[in-house]
C-alpha cells in the first residue's frame, strides 16, 4: 500500500530541500519515494511553479497527467473561467474518488501562498522514526493531507498509473 501525503513548507525551498533528504534517505532504503512533485511560490509571482520531482518510471508512479490535472483544479482552475466551468466540476467530481474533496482543496489554496512552497509524495515503506529523526525541527513542514484507502490508490494507479 502506498500513501499520498502533503507537506506545506514557509519557504519558497523547504520542499526542494526536504525532497533532496529523502532522496539520500531513500538511498539508505528508509523510505520509498515512488514519485512526487513540487510547488513552489516565489514572492511577487501570481502564481505557483509546479513540477514533477521523480522519474515515474516504475511501480507505484502516477505520471503528469495526474499531477497536471491536480495543480490545475487548486491553482490554476481560477484563471481559466467560465469557460471550462464544467470540466473543472468534472475533475472536481474525479478527485473526490481518490480522497481529493473540495475541503482539501480549499486547505491547500489557503496553506500554500506566496512565499511558500509544497511537497506532494507518494510513498512506500516508510521507516518513521528515522525519516523524521533525519530532518531538523526547522525544516519539518506541516503535514496536511494523508492516508489513501485501498480503493482510492486502485483508483489513483488505474486512472493514472505510469506505463512500465
Do not use: C, H
Amino acid at each position: 500500500m502506498s500513501t499520498l501525503t502533503v507537506w506545506k513548507f514557509n519557504t519558497t525551498d523547504g520542499a526542494d530541500n526536504a525532497l533532496s533528504k529523502l532522496e539520500t534517505l531513500q538511498k539508505q532504503q528508509l523510505i520509498q519515494v515512488l514519485d512526487a512533485a513540487i510547488v513552489s511560490w516565489p514572492r511577487g509571482r501570481k502564481r505557483p511553479k509546479t513540477y514533477q520531482a521523480m522519474n515515474t518510471v516504475g511501480a507505484g508512479a502516477l505520471g503528469g497527467a495526474f499531477w497536471g490535472m491536480l495543480f490545475g483544479l487548486l491553482f490554476f482552475g481560477p484563471l481559466l473561467g467560465i469557460i471550462v466551468g464544467a470540466t473543472a466540476g468534472a475533475l472536481s467530481g474525479k478527485f473526490t474518488d481518490y480522497g481529493i474533496n473540495d475541503n482539501f482543496i480549499k486547505e491547500l489554496q489557503s496553506k500554500v501562498t506566496e512565499g511558500t512552497s509544497a511537497l506532494f509524495l507518494l510513498t512506500g515503506q516508510v521507516t518513521i522514526d528515522k525519516v523524521e529523526a533525519a530532518f531538523a525541527p526547522d525544516e519539518k513542514g506541516e503535514l496536511i493531507q494523508s492516508n489513501l484507502s485501498i480503493e482510492q490508490e486502485a483508483r489513483l494507479r488505474e486512472d493514472f498509473g505510469a506505463e512500465v
